[in-house]
């Protein structure tokens, strides 16, 4: 290497340390430090939140109290397309009108129990189902277990959006209703974006109650063969039917214990803040918890709800009373003897046929009749001897068992049927059983 080169080599970073230092006397003094603008503070009353074109409306929900009472089924076994948190808005409102929450979950690989006899157990125990985008198709047993349940008084919500895949048509449609495969938009009154639609038209239910306008951020068409309860207006077009259709994003059923909702965006913050968004997701959650549903005798004892009142003929059945209190604390239902019955609670009623007379309105409610013998539905002349009538009334949310035998020992042994779930053998119906002993 020449004797020029090394020198131009030496030079270089001595020339940009000159540089460097010349600009730092030019543009700083020595000693001086930054010292940034004051920072002006607000008052906290004074920061505002952007809001939405058409901006947050102010509700407060307001749950039933004392009414509610009963358990929201909801499905995870169809490989359900949903995000973490996306269901929480209404899920947290059921639970706040007194309702507790189960899921279905996906059969274990190993488990022997078909996806039907799972729904089927669950569904014993539930006042109300919820279904939100099944991926996986319903069979043909759990569609007929859902009827079931419909014609018992149960209810059931439905939930899809269109751009997220889904079979939810195999389960909607048997109810009653259509999930379309098109989108909505409006070209001409939206909210921030086309497919934003707002909604005005609404009919009568308790679902639409108090709304003047919703939001759906992604929505289709569902038809019917109950009726519609949301509609869309003259400029709201549908990609497979075109403007003006006047289509229903939201309808019932077949049987009105069914409603479909073509849209989950609504019910997810921060959208649940817009419009009547917020009272629509409230209103559903009224929806699911009022139920009043018919529970089965052979749903003992998934029909009581909190606690129970056990109450004794006569003083002879303390024995069989103080045993059946036990039973249904290992059931985890709460028991307690009184003397006297207390018409707003559940109540198990144990005595002798002797006793009739003191439940007499509910034995024929049932079509019982005791006297010299038994009177059944269907049957007639049934002797007292060595018998025992197990029946369930049921009226709003009240659930009144009544085990009656000729003798004390013949109660004890209706008592272990019950407890044991061993029922099915005796029933006259959905209602009323009657067994022997020996």
Known sequence: MTLLKVLFYLLVPVAAAVVVFVAWLFYFKPGSAYSPPETEIFPFKQLTVNTPVNGQVEFTDSPRVGVARGTLLVDHAHRNILLPGELTQLISRVADRGFAVEYLDPPDRNSTTRSSAALNAKLAEASSLLIVSPYQSFNREEVFAVQKFLERGGRVLVVAEPSRPNDVNSIAGPLGLEFQPDYLFNSVDYDLNFQ?????????HEITSGLDEIILHSTGTVTSAGSGLAFTDENTESSLYGKGTGASPIATGENRNVVGVYDLTFMVPPNNLVADNNRLVSNLADFLTGSQRE??????????????????????????????RHSLGKLQVNAQLREEEDLAADTVFLGLFDHAEQVAVYLEANGIRVDGEISLPGASGVSREKTAVVALFQTGDRQVLLILGDTAKTV?????????GTLQQGLVNDSVGVYKTQ
């Open 295 to 324: 529970f089965e005798l052979a749903n003992f004892p998934d029909f009581f709800e909190g606690s129970v009142d056990i109450v004794l003929g006569d003083s002879s059945l303390i024995s069989q009373g103080t045993s059946l």
């Open 196 to 204: 934003n639609i707002i909604v005005r038209q609404f009919q009568p």
């Open 412 to 420: 004890s042994s209706a008592i272990s049927k019950v407890t044991a």
